[in-house]
């Protein structure tokens, strides 16, 4: 059921003033850019017909960080059941959020970001890419139906993990 036509032109403006972190959402969760559109198309269609059933008296946000990463965490689970993964990274820095990627510096931290999230299970993926957003251990608990003191936990453990891959080995012989 769709929602009213009185509520296109709200979520129209919603969803263009939350653009940002829905790309940022298809990014981490999608490897090409044909992926990431398809992703977008989808998440889109997702919450449009969701819309009717959103409680206004939360945060849109919310809403709509839950109903992406739900998304996109279905769509990983079809790519890898279809074969459709591929084993190197995409395009390059093509695709990334950046306002400008002939900074070569974004690019290669953005694709070792990437690098760094494809290791992450789809549930710790999204946990990153919230706090990532700035988003409270509250919210992100909101977001994924989770408690906030569970997301401390993952987020320290998911800290130490990172800072581990990243660490360089002479580090690792004065520990």
Known sequence: MDPPPSDHEHFLSLLESHQRPLVKVCWAYGRTSHDRDDLLQEIVGRLWVAFGKYDRSRRFSTWMFRVALNVAIDFRRRQRRWG???????????????????????????????????????????????????????????????????VGTRMNRLKKSLRQSVQDPSEEERE
Do not use: C, F
Request: glycine fraction near 8%; hydrophobic fraction near 35%; avoid cysteine.
């Open 84 to 150: 459709r993964e591929i084993a190197s990274l995409d395009e390059g820095g093509a695709g990334v959020p950046v306002a400008a990627t002939e900074d070569a510096t974004k690019v290669q931290q953005l694709r070792e970001l990437r690098e760094l999230l494809e290791q992450q299970s789809d549930a710790d993926r999204a946990i990153l890419l919230l706090y990532l957003e700035s988003h409270s251990y509250r919210e992100i608990g909101e977001v994924l139906g989770i408690s906030e003191s569970n």
